[in-house]
């Protein structure tokens, strides 16, 4: 006897995302930041020739420039999407993990490895200090995790004052270097880790942190839809990789331009 007779199939499945698919949007949203930031801002425009002024009445004159200037900011826009992604899967990596130290050293790692490339990119320069990769942030945010669950036992005001002091000087870490997106890394990672198990809190917060960039509260969609499957593993230093290797990619676009 057929049994399936009679049964409604629902109309609308919840979405299921794993943190594999956490990574790819994340890496695919930083690489629409670099392409705008980098390939059309400073090798296709070259912004930095413009004041504030020049470049509306040049955009006012030339319709093609003004229609790059626009794909530009958006996927710069689009790229922010990245940084509460990154944020949440630093605090669910560190939580998983069984070596942090490693941990800790290999993304400090990477984020030296990507300067140069950085530079190259943002800069059209091998070194300049001015601005420093994203990574350091996320190795920023890191260590403080680090250092927040040296004393996750505490209680009572102290405690919290001490918490407080330890991601207030992260942050300061963050400003200090002149981090891309390092103070919103840094307070994301602490309301990811200290709301983590209070899924409404942590969302309405850091949405709210989020809105500096946008477009970012957009991935909280995703992120409230996270399985916990962590498939892939054997593929995260392909992630790790992407980092300076697409910088580098896009830094010899553009000064070849």
């Known amino acids: 006897m057929n049994t399936t007779i ?3 199939t629902p109309a609308w499945k919840l979405p299921s ?3 594999f698919g956490l990574k790819l949007f994340a890496c695919a949203a930083t690489l629409l930041y670099g392409i705008g930031a980098s390939v059309i801002q400073d090798g296709i425009i070259h ?3 413009y004041t504030r002024e020049s470049l509306s009445q040049a955009m006012s004159e030339d319709s ?3 229609t790059m200037a626009g794909v ?3 996927l710069q826009m689009i790229g922010g999407m990245a940084v509460p992604l990154f944020a949440f899967l630093l605090v669910e990596g560190f939580r998983h993990t069984s070596g942090r130290r490693k941990y800790l050293l290999t993304v400090s790692a990477f984020a030296l490895l ?3 490339p950085w530079d190259l990119a943002m800069q059209q320069s091998l070194w300049d200090l001015s601005s420093q990769n994203a990574l350091f942030g996320t190795a920023v945010s890191l260590a403080m995790l680090c250092v927040l669950d040296l004393f996750k036992e505490g209680k009572g005001v102290m405690a919290g004052l001490l918490r407080v002091c330890i991601t207030g000087g992260a942050l300061v870490w963050t400003m200090a270097l002149r981090v891309r997106f390092g103070p919103s890394m840094v307070l994301l990672t602490a309301i990811f880790y200290f709301f983590y198990a209070r899924n409404v809190l942590k969302t309405v917060l850091g949405i709210l942190v989020s809105l500096v960039h946008v477009t970012a509260p957009l991935s909280f969609y995703l992120i409230w839809f996270y399985n916990e499957e962590r498939k892939h593993r054997e593929l995260k230093y392909a992630f790790y990789l992407f980092y300076p ?3 580098l990619l896009l830094g010899l676009i553009t000064v070849s331009m």
Do not use: F, K, T, Y
């Open 245 to 247: 290797l697409h910088l």
């Open 64 to 66: 093609h420039l003004m």
């Open 17 to 19: 995302i794993s943190g």
């Open 47 to 49: 912004l930095d020739q």
């Open 114 to 116: 990507s300067e140069v």
């Open 6 to 8: 009679g049964r409604r």
């Open 72 to 74: 530009g900011s958006a």
